[in-house]
């Protein structure tokens, strides 16, 4: 207990510091203006989808069943329309014709995942390898290259093998080694074709709402310690997963790794009352810097060291619900990351409000909220605040010090009945992508690619297929899962052909 204590006023001194030297992202003079402008010569443009939301061929060719296969077909439903990705979009057979989608749109690359079961059945390299499943991702590597389209892989975008599931998951340290011989496997098998690699896609939300709020797979509810206890563990597998990149694959195959991290922009309900402004930084640095914190620093922020500890201590408990990093975890962790991916959506209000819940929402003292003048989607925590994007990317510059940054999510959803001219959905690109153009050239932000999300209708999770986030249209009643381009296809094929939006002649 006596530890316990003396860290805790050793961090409350530590995150006092922090806090004071925070700075909040003031409203810029230009946020309603229109900029036109490039982006420099080698910005690069794509989109991105994920295994489990496109693929469907959930137990074919050898593929082992994952935690998402699993959970969509619990009884009841836990997906607000009941479906399942089983089929999907069928990309597991119509990956040439996505390939073609991207090729006609004008991409530079393509962001997709690996389904971790269909290459590891059940996970792990003595379980057996899934040569089918390997063959999969290699045929569509190579329809890429052979399109002029860069592949960019993450290794982990939520699907995890229901054997290690079983086993306790991302909760159970022993999956540290596991992820780390799946990575192998992946840059052995890969590598030499693809440069790109991104260990683990929005973290948050797979620990958070599988572990902690219970909508995602796993559906636990264990929200004061395990969605801690989760993000403790992927941060151990991301660590040796890039440091055994950095080791052993990059000298040969002179590519990059990265992680990919989600966050909103978080703006105080009351800009004039400075325990609003203080959290709403708390809430960034509670929701991007659980995990880049510990990326760039080698540790969990200050301030979430800070209230999590004193929560904990208030509650009786022998040690933190915040895990506890050792010296060698902390080297490995610092600087473990060549680029920050990011996922970034939407913006809310931020007030100071004391909170006795534990987890990871109470633990910070923070109440969120929507203004309700900000136009809204089909998703009910997505509004478009297109000036809370730049402001992130602002943040994001001071606080780790102007690292490189790919974004590697943005985009909007609307639903089957708007068809195929989503007006929204332009305006949200051209406005949201305006403002990442104010941060490169006026900021100077160093953000070198867009990945728009997402290339096609596809499982939205547990929406199901209620929300659609594509810029082409799936149709889910046809067996050919027919692809047709929807109005914001081509408003980014003209951005994305002219790198910007250059002045229109006079």
């Known amino acids: 207990m006596r530890s316990f204590l003396v860290r805790t006023v050793l961090v409350v ?133 052979a399109n002029n389209i860069e592949p960019m892989i993450t290794l982990y975008h939520w699907d995890l093998p229901q054997a290690l599931q079983d086993k306790g998951g991302w909760v159970n340290e022993a999956i540290v080694q596991d992820f780390q011989a799946y990575a192998a496997l992946l840059y052995t098998s890969f590598g030499d074709r693809v440069k790109k690699w991104i260990t683990f896609n929005e973290a948050y939300v797979f620990c958070q709402q599988g572990y902690g709020d219970g909508v995602h797979a796993p559906g636990y509810k264990l929200t004061a310690t395990e969605p801690y206890k989760c993000i403790h563990n992927v941060l151990k597998s991301h660590a040796l997963a890039y440091r055994l990149y950095q080791n052993q694959f990059k000298p040969i195959q002179n590519g990059t790794c990265g992680i990919t991290i989600d966050s909103g922009w978080y703006e105080p309900k009351d800009p004039n009352n400075p325990a609003d402004v203080e959290a709403a930084l708390r809430a960034v640095t509670f929701k991007h810097g659980w995990l880049a914190f510990p990326v760039y620093t080698g540790d969990y922020p200050p301030v979430m060291r800070q209230f999590i500890d004193r929560k904990s201590e208030q509650e009786g408990r022998e040690e933190s619900r915040l895990p506890v990093f050792t010296e060698e975890w902390k080297q490995l962790l610092k600087g473990s990351s060549d680029f920050l991916g990011l996922n970034h959506y939407t ?78 959905r332009v305006d949200y690109y051209r406005s949201y992508i305006n403002n990442m153009l104010k941060a490169v050239l006026k900021d100077g932000c160093n953000i070198k690619s867009y990945t728009a999300w997402s ?52």
């Not at 994920?50 to 074919?60: D, K």
């Not at 073609?100 to 079961?117: C, E, H, T």
């Not at 792990?124 to 040569?131: D, E, F, L, S």
């Not at 692809?483 to 052909?497: V, W």
């Open 13 to 145: 001194i530590l995150a006092s510091a922090h806090l004071s030297s925070g700075k909040s992202v003031p409203k810029a003079d230009d946020d309603d203006e229109f900029l036109y402008g490039v982006f420099p010569d080698d910005f690069r443009w794509g989109f991105a989808t994920a295994s489990y939301q496109i693929e469907g061929g959930w137990a074919e060719d050898g593929k082992g069943p994952n935690n998402w296969d699993n959970f969509t077909h619990s009884v009841p439903s836990p997906i607000a329309d009941g479906s399942t990705g089983d089929i999907a979009c069928d990309s597991y057979h119509k990956y040439k014709e996505d390939v073609q989608l991207l090729k006609n749109i004008g991409a530079d690359y393509y962001r997709f995942s690996v389904s971790w079961s269909r290459v590891l059945p059940d996970g792990t390299i003595p379980g057996g390898i899934n040569q089918a499943g390997l063959q999969y991702y290699n045929n569509l590597i190579d329809e890429l290259i």
């Open 347 to 424: 913006t809310e209000l931020v007030e100071s409000v004391s909170r006795a819940d534990p987890g990871w929402h109470g633990d910070q003292d923070t109440q969120t909220s929507q203004d309700p003048s900000w136009p809204e989607s089909a998703s009910s925590w997505l509004r478009v605040v297109p000036f809370g994007f730049r402001r992130l990317l602002v943040w994001i510059k001071e606080t780790y010090g102007n690292p490189l940054v790919y974004v590697t999510e943005n985009g909007f959803s609307d639903d089957h009945s708007v068809g195929l001219n989503d007006d929204k």
């Open 455 to 506: 290339l096609m209708d596809n499982f939205e999770w547990a929406r199901g297929y209620a929300e659609r986030f594509g810029v082409h249209f799936v149709d889910y009643d046809s067996p050919e899962r027919t692809r047709t381009p929807k109005k914001s296809a081509g408003e980014l094929a003209k951005i994305f052909a002219e790198n910007g939006f250059p002045a229109p002649p006079q």
